[in-house]
């Protein structure tokens, strides 16, 4: 099969189906409400759907604990419900690729009940399974995971531990053993055939492990990464699933990663070697920790963004594919966060100016919902109102732990996933327009300001500022494959790059300062203004001004 590599002039919206839109009024979204807001993201001009697991799940991770790859959740609809949504998107020419979390499953997938409860089981290989130490009254080993604590549980009161990177409900599978492998390539089929066009990998760059599965020298965080980050057969394995199921298709694959360097990055996204078309790599989200832990608040610089954007758009000029995003469902929203102003006269201009800084960078663009209107972290009050298992775990952990406490404080609230999941505003009555009835995860009312009916109505909001940008996507090739080049690289307040193909030039210029600054680019007058969030054009640039600009040399 051909590929079109379609995904580099693609605009992909990341929906999380619980909190996008309510169809049945139960307060949980679903497919039919993803159905009925179709129109809305034609308007916004996407052209690909990212969207969050649907399948049958005991949602402890909100269905990244997957017990039933074939099946959808039942509260979020039936197969014919997907296999109607799917067919309404592409009659609206909007792709759709699926989360495919084959890391783990749930602890109630068949082949997890199976694998425990009966040694001689034929699941029992596809699961990750070690004896104790002390007999069985110690884990295997000391390392930790994404969510905190051990990643063993042991098996009952037997002498045995399984290995879980994330909560003890999501059991790691064995990707040595080929039979895990022949079911991952016969569920990448079942949703190719159904006519997906293709997969966002949860954490895939965790499948393969080394297999000592010794202990490691303690670690604050993520103890024994590197057994399970790059492991040694991911590599192979991917290019495995390629050959045997991506390259009968049409589609397009992005992988999750985790701590992911350049070289790691180039060697996963590098079109020859047929593995994956791009990666989520975290290095520019990561700007505000400390070690890349979230939790390690570190202040926000400019310069340090644009660098670590500016690597990868080097990195992987002509060597790779990037993957452009600010928001997912794992990271708090961009309203208020890299050097944007979260409420007041300016946070609009700010938020229009941070887009543009990435709207236009090589790669495919993702827009996480909601990213577009412009929507707030919650700042819940109580810990009671938040629902995350991974911030639940770290709460219990703090609670119990003074020096973890200490290090972590309240920013365990702000940079809570929750943050990106209250569900998503269509007007500003009472549950948002998600719902006629209380949403599982409501946002605060002083926040029902950012909505999409209100967007709509406003010539100048943040959504239109999307679609703008969407359209010139579509308009100048320039910006699917122009050379970037960073310009003013030690400037703290501005963001400033060329792209550039052939005989055209895109300039982007994006300031982060609060006040007026006067713009270092001496030759303006040789460019078109194509975008900007102030009117009049003038020569000091305003608050966040930011200006989008084309020259044909
Ligand atoms: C990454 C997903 O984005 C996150 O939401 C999930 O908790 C973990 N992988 C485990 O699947």
């Known amino acids: ?34 159905i009925s807001k179709l129109d809305y993201l034609k308007e916004l001009g996407v052209n690909c759907v990212w969207l969050s697991p649907v399948y049958d799940s005991p949602q402890k991770d909100n269905g990244y604990d997957i017990s039933n790859y074939r099946d959808i959740y039942k509260p979020f609809g039936t197969l014919d419900d997907f296999k109607l949504m799917l067919n309404e998107m592409h009659k609206r020419g909007i792709r759709l690729i699926m989360d495919l979390v084959v890391n783990h499953t749930s602890d109630q997938h068949e082949w997890f009940k199976s694998a425990i409860s009966d040694k001689n089981s034929p699941y029992r290989d596809y699961y990750i399974i070690r004896k104790g130490k002390k007999n069985g009254k110690k884990p295997p080993n000391n390392w930790s995971g994404f969510f905190g604590g051990s990643t063993w549980e042991r098996i009952g009161d037997t002498d045995e531990y399984y290995l879980h990177l994330f909560t003890k409900e999501q059991p790691d599978l064995n990707w040595e053993n080929p039979k895990v492998r022949d079911e991952v390539v016969d569920i990448l089929r079942y949703w190719l055939d159904m006519g997906v066009d293709g997969f966002r990998c949860d954490v895939i760059t965790l499948i393969s492990k080394k297999q000592d599965f010794k202990s490691r020298f303690p670690t604050l965080a993520l103890c024994g990464k590197d057994a399970y980050i790059m492991g040694p057969k991911l590599h192979t394995y991917l290019k495995e699933l390629y050959d045997r199921a991506y390259a009968d298709y049409d589609c397009m694959t992005v992988g999750e990663s985790v701590l992911c360097s350049l070289k790691d990055t180039i060697s996963l996204v590098d079109p020859s070697r047929k593995e994956l078309d791009m990666i989520f790599n975290f290095s520019h989200t990561d700007v505000d920790n400390y070690l890349g832990v979230k939790y390690f608040y570190r202040k926000f610089k400019l310069k340090r963004f644009k660098k670590r954007l500016a690597k990868y758009q080097y990195g992987l000029y002509q060597k790779g594919w990037n993957s452009l995003f600010l928001e997912n469902h794992d990271q708090r929203r961009s309203t208020g966060r890299y050097g ?29 919902q909601g990213q577009e209107i412009g929507m707030r972290n919650p700042s819940f009050k109580s810990i009671d109102d938040y629902q995350d298992v991974e911030l639940k775990n770290m709460y219990n952990m703090c609670q119990k732990n003074g020096f973890v406490r200490f290090l972590i404080g309240k920013h365990i609230f702000d940079v809570s996933r929750d943050n990106a999941r209250t569900a998503m505003q269509w007007d500003s009555s009472k549950y948002v327009g998600f719902s006629k009835v209380k949403p599982w995860l409501l946002g605060t009312d002083d926040n029902k300001d950012r909505n999409v009916e209100d967007a709509l109505k406003d010539k100048d909001s943040l959504f239109y500022f999307y679609k703008d940008m969407i359209e010139l996507r579509k308009k100048y090739p320039v910006i699917i494959e122009g050379k970037f080049d960073l310009l003013f690289k030690s400037n703290p307040n501005l963001f400033i790059y060329t792209r550039t193909l052939n005989n055209e030039q895109l300039l982007v210029i994006c300031s982060f300062a609060k006040k007026e600054i006067k713009c270092p680019v001496k030759d303006l007058f040789n460019y078109e203004l194509l975008l900007s969030n102030y009117k009049e054009q003038q020569d000091l640039l305003r608050p966040f001004e930011c200006r989008v600009y084309i020259k044909s040399r």
């Open 340 to 368: 944007t102003i979260e409420r007041g006269p300016l946070s609009i201009e700010s938020a229009k100016s941070l887009a543009a800084s990435y709207f236009f960078l090589q790669g495919t663009p993702f827009i996480y």
């Open 1 to 34: 099969m051909n590929h079109t590599n379609w995904y580099k002039t693609a605009v992909i919206y990341q929906i999380y189906p619980r909190s996008f839109c309510d169809g049945n009024n139960d307060g949980l979204g679903d497919i039919p409400g993803i």
